[in-house]
């Protein structure tokens, strides 16, 4: 992209289109501006509706520069939206179906392959009521939500007169943009890792990936092999961990020079996606959602008009990118860095909940089978009932490098880490939340007793349902797929070490046993929290272990994300 006036005019029109557009959708402009016409007369917010829907109604793809481009955006990044939405489970325990919502991020879906403008509608619609923009997601919806700006300022650009035209966002910028914040959410990851040990180069030469893997097989992941077999990829990771994590590091630092040639952007978006990939096998991650953005992306680039793909690329436009990211994500404007970045360590600790069938056996429950609330389950979900403190947090992670090298010092030596955890463990207490997770859980499984509906596609095409973003869905007991009525759920929590050449179980106890009988189903509860609450939940507890003043972080009340709070 050229660095003239006419391009950054352009840009800056964008940009400012995606913040209206963000304040409008994601921070809730929209529904304060229908409040208070609705406090006015009841009549006037379905007129607002109204009136908003036929606008956006009105701009066709014959309104929109370089259509090619955006049509690719557009349809591809909304395709993968709603799939995970749309396929997403019921809640037994609240029943909402949401039946109406789906339909309509449906026809949404289906409208903007005629009218671009409808994506405005669909991501209203993934932000309430399903609130999707949650961690994975939020990689391709800023993309969409990028490209429905897009949409909208040419839809009123081509209102304006002949002598403004030049001024307006072409398909160059919008690539340029899209890529940019593709860009940002992995160079930011880099610059975290920087800034993570003593040195610059600290997290390549002490981070052990190695560990991820093992403590990943003993969440769940990779349980198709047995132990023996997947220690072999352990200890391969482990003697690859320097240039598999300087790779790693180059790829996400270096993502900016995606913009120095079209050449550059589709290879950019196939190493990020074979980077995922090796997330995914190292430790069950799953960023598919990311992986088929970069996807979109590279489609997006092949369907820019010749003249216009040479003039988006060069140089200049990586320069520009670059400053683009230091200027607006990594000060938190227009959107917020993605700072992913820990300390890997050996030791585990993690909740189980263990169903009991009415024919007595006994299964375990995975995040899988707990939607909507996947990815809950599939953390650190109810670590404010932990019956020890917590040492680790998510996989065995850890913040702090001489809080790492105290764990890895400790060993598999029960009395070593119990002088550990009472130097850096922390126990985040709240009864509420304890309470209300066995009343959920009672209700949950009474619900589905009685019948309630847990699945939005029927048995032969379950298949088809989009995947979750942690994938621990193996263990030592069969896990639960509803073959049988459940009488009873028992939560037990287990600490485990990796030594080097086996997993050691410190500790398994059970905590607390649920009864679900006939009245469970009617059992009062209020829906789980979010999984990033909990995760602030108990990053809160290790901050203030440390030190840190996490209440004085820009925007914790107003539920900022817990890496621009790890920032802080």
Same mark, same amino acid.
């Given at each position: ?66 259509? /090619? ?182 790829? /996400? ?247 080097? /050449? ?55 009340? /107003? ?10």
């Amino acid at each position: 992209m050229s660095l003239d006036l006419h391009a950054l005019v352009r840009l800056v029109a964008l940009s400012a289109g995606y913040w209206l557009l963000d304040v409008a959708i994601r921070r809730g402009g929209a529904d304060r501006l229908v409040a208070a016409a609705r406090s006015r007369h009841r009549l006037f917010e379905p007129l607002v509706w109204a009136a908003a829907l036929a606008a956006l109604a009105a701009i066709g793809w014959e309104h929109v520069p370089h259509f /090619e481009v955006a049509r690719v955006l557009t349809l591809g990044l909304l395709a993968l939206l709603i799939w995970k939405v749309v396929t997403e489970d019921i809640d037994p325990a609240t029943g909402d179906g949401r039946t109406a919502a789906r339909l309509g991020l449906i026809a949404a879906g289906v409208g903007a392959c005629f009218r671009p403008a409808l994506l405005v509608v669909g991501l209203l619609l993934l932000t309430r009521p399903f609130d999707a923009w949650r961690h994975h997601a939020i990689l391709p919806l800023r993309a969409a939500l990028a490209t429905a700006a897009y949409v909208v300022v040419s839809g009123l650009a081509a209102a304006l007169p002949a002598a403004a035209l030049p001024y307006a966002p072409d398909g160059a910028t919008l690539v340029f943009l899209v890529a940019t914040i593709h860009a940002s959410h992995y160079a930011s990851a880099g610059l975290a890792k920087l800034r993570l040990g003593r040195r610059w180069y600290s997290w390549v030469l002490e981070n052990r990936i190695d560990h991820m893997a093992a403590n990943a097989y003993a969440w769940g992941w990779g349980r198709r092999f047995a132990w023996p077999i997947w220690h072999r990829f352990v200890r391969a990771l482990r003697f690859g961990r320097v240039p598999l994590q300087a790779g790693a590091l180059a790829l /996400e630092l270096l993502a900016p020079i995606a913009l120095l040639a079209p050449e550059a952007a589709v290879a950019a978006c196939i190493l990020w996606s074979a980077f995922h990939l090796g997330v995914l096998a190292c430790g069950g991650f799953w960023f598919w959602d990311w992986l088929g953005a970069d996807l979109v992306l590279a489609l997006a680039v092949f369907a820019l008009p010749g003249p216009v793909r040479e003039a988006t690329f060069g140089w200049p436009a990586v320069v520009a990118s670059v400053a683009f990211i230091a200027v607006f994500p990594m000060r938190n404007r227009l959107w917020g860095p993605t700072l992913l970045a820990w300390w890997e360590t050996p030791f585990t600790q993690r909740f189980h909940w263990l169903v009991h069938g009415r024919s007595g056996r006994t299964y375990e429950v995975h995040g899988d089978f707990m939607g909507p609330h996947e990815r809950l389950y599939a953390k650190i979900h109810a670590c404010f009932m932990a019956p020890v403190p917590l040492i680790t947090g998510h996989l065995g992670t850890v913040w702090d490098d001489d809080h790492r090298d105290a764990v890895r010092a400790a060993g598999a030596d029960p009395d070593r880490l119990n002088a550990v955890r009472a130097r850096h463990g922390v126990q985040p207490r709240d009864e509420r939340l304890a309470e209300n997770h066995l009343a959920y859980l009672r209700r949950f499984f009474g619900a589905l007793n009685a019948g309630a509906r847990k699945h939005v596609l029927p048995a032969p095409l379950r298949w088809l349902r989009a995947p979750g973003s942690h994938l621990y869905y193996g263990g030592d007991l069969p896990a639960y797929r509803g073959q049988e009525p459940v009488t009873g759920v028992t939560m037990r929590f287990r600490e485990q070490y990796y030594d080097e /050449e086996k997993l050691v179980t410190i500790r398994d106890e059970a905590v607390h046993t649920v009864t679900v009988d006939a009245a469970a189903a009617d059992q009062p509860c209020a829906s789980e929290p979010l999984s990033r609450d909990v995760e602030i939940m108990l990053a809160e507890a290790f901050w203030r272990r440390r030190g840190v003043d996490y209440q004085s972080a820009e925007g914790v009340r /107003e539920g900022a994300r817990l890496e621009q709070l790890e920032a802080k």
